[in-house]
């Protein structure tokens, strides 16, 4: 038997069966006996069998093994519950602080900890609102760090951020850097439908691209040396971040992510950010995070000349990121950086540019 989650806009089609249905979240829970092995109509949908296997039908309506779980579907449908309740929650939260002004702008929210500021910021164009910590560097012309936190840190509190980074932000304050750390709220990590999902990640990305500007500004940052780094699902917004705005940043490090783009289509366009400096980092046995996508991205980057490095190891799961933040120097490679003429770049031979490391004691 396999089972899906129905959103409240859908309907019970004609070979699935009624369970159960939520009240509170209108989402429904529906049986089918057997998995279609091709059907455009489920693209992006998950299927979860008995047996706890998990699918995703892809862009051509194929169903793609993502994973397996031990929980039962009932627990699954129960969790699912949740999350929806909590996205409601915090989306109704952005849209009574949208409607409290007027403009976009950045206003105190909470108290200032370990030298981080708390800010909101209320996006106008963007049509979001999100907390986010700031620790300015009290000098000019100083780079400016974004750092993305992971899936744990989602909310408004803009506390869990500061523990989510712990093991980023004391050997970045060492550098007397300027810190931004927006936080992302549930609904783009897990959406009521992955389209909706999809439609958020953009309204955050384009909307922290915007802070960082005004956030450089406000602190006489060095625009040539704008870093980016994210883990799992900050990864995943570092991914996003190139793609949307390559020429802001002087590199990125992207940790254990992946793109909506490879979910979608199994692919992913690395040319719009082929002269920004990469360091990414995946296992192999990432149960979570699939190590795919970064295994593409590297042999494209490969084919382009680009500048990047990539930590590939077999073990440690997604643990893997703790690991390479502890033990890779990372951030002396990351400040080495700075934004330089394209052709100077482009110029540089792949032999001198490529590194893999293999593993990591």
Request: with cysteine; aromatic share 10%; proline share 3%.
């Amino acid at each position: 038997m396999f089972y899906r989650v129905l959103t409240s806009n859908e309907s019970i089609r004609d070979d699935e069966k009624f369970v159960k249905k939520d009240e509170k979240t209108r989402l429904t829970l529906v049986s089918r006996k057997t998995l279609p092995e091709g059907d455009d109509a489920l693209v992006n949908n998950v299927i979860i069998a008995s047996d706890g296997t998990l699918y995703r039908y892809n862009i051509s309506g194929e169903p793609v093994i993502i994973g397996k779980t031990k929980r039962s579907v009932r627990s699954l449908f129960r969790a699912q519950c949740r999350r929806t309740s909590a996205i409601d929650k915090q989306c109704a939260w952005r849209e009574r602080k949208l409607a409290e002004t007027e403009h976009t702008e950045s206003i105190g929210y909470g108290a200032k900890l370990f030298g981080f500021g708390s800010r909101l910021y209320i996006d106008k164009e963007n049509l979001t609102a999100y907390p986010y910590r700031l620790n300015r560097s009290g000098k000019a012309n100083m780079p400016l760090a974004i750092i993305f936190p992971s899936a744990g840190a989602t909310g408004n509190d803009n506390i869990k951020t500061l523990f989510d980074t712990s093991l980023i932000l004391p050997v970045l304050a060492r550098k007397n850097a300027n810190i931004l750390v927006p936080q992302p709220y549930r609904s783009i990590n897990e959406g009521r439908s992955f389209d909706e999902t999809k439609t958020e990640m953009t309204r955050y990305i384009n909307s922290v691209v915007a802070l960082a500007d005004r956030v450089a500004e406000e602190t006489h940052a060095d625009r040539s040396r704008i870093y980016v780094l994210g883990v799992s699902l900050g990864g995943c917004c570092v991914w996003s971040a190139l793609s949307s705005a390559p020429e802001k940043f002087a590199c990125a490090v992207p940790l254990m992510g992946t793109t909506f783009e490879f979910l979608e289509s199994g692919n992913c366009d690395c040319e719009p950010f082929k002269e920004v400096p990469i360091w990414m980092a995946h296992a192999a046995n990432d149960g979570i995070v699939s190590i795919a996508h970064d295994d593409l991205a590297a042999r494209k980057l490969t084919e382009l000349n680009a500048d990047f490095r990539y930590t590939r190891t077999e073990k440690y799961g997604h643990f893997l990121a703790s690991r390479f933040l502890m033990k890779e120097k990372w951030c002396d490679w990351m400040f080495a950086q700075k934004k330089r003429d394209r052709s100077v770049r482009s110029a540089v031979t792949r032999s001198q540019t490529v590194n893999y490391v293999k593993a990591l004691k």
